[in-house]
């Protein structure tokens, strides 16, 4: 199982680097790696393995923070409405995104990250992912609100982008007009 060992830190060169789209149909090593990232995901959400393996909790996860530099992502999270979202997927791309911005109110973190960076992440409110799930099977995604969120802070790690690239320098609790905040 994944634990904080295998997650590298700000300042590895492969958190700036462009992961490869993976082949299909994915290997047996590409699912295991995939199945093994939605593993932590969950597992970070669970307080006795918390505490037992020193897993510091995630909604997300993204290939390239255990070094692998392929574009894999895994997302588990439970929505504002309660209702839980796990996603697993290769190649995921926004294919198309809203005009209007939203952000979290409470900004956001990233276990590659170990300090936290304060301010507001501007993102779109609304995205379109297309990708392959791990049985290869092609997904359609309309998103909004914090899965909307995690999904782009998940990709931007596929292409070498970290969030606080986005926090604005000059005052980082700045946002866009318009932008919508999400509690
Ligand atoms: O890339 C994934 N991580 O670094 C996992 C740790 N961060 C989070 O769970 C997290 C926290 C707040 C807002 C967002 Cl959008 C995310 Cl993703
Ligand atoms: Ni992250």
Known sequence: MLTMDDIIRDGHPSLREVAKEVQLPASDEDIEILASMLEYVKNSQNAEKVKKYGLRPGIGLAAPQINVLKRMIAIHLNDEKGETHSYALFNPKVASHSVEKAYLTSGEGCLSVDESIPGF???YARVTVKGFDI????VKLRLKGLLS???????????GIMFYDHINKKDPFSVPENAIGIE
């Open 121 to 123: 992440v501007p993102r």
């Open 149 to 159: 969120i995690v999904f782009q802070h998940e990709i931007d790690h596929l292409n």
């Open 135 to 138: 049985e290869g099977k092609e």
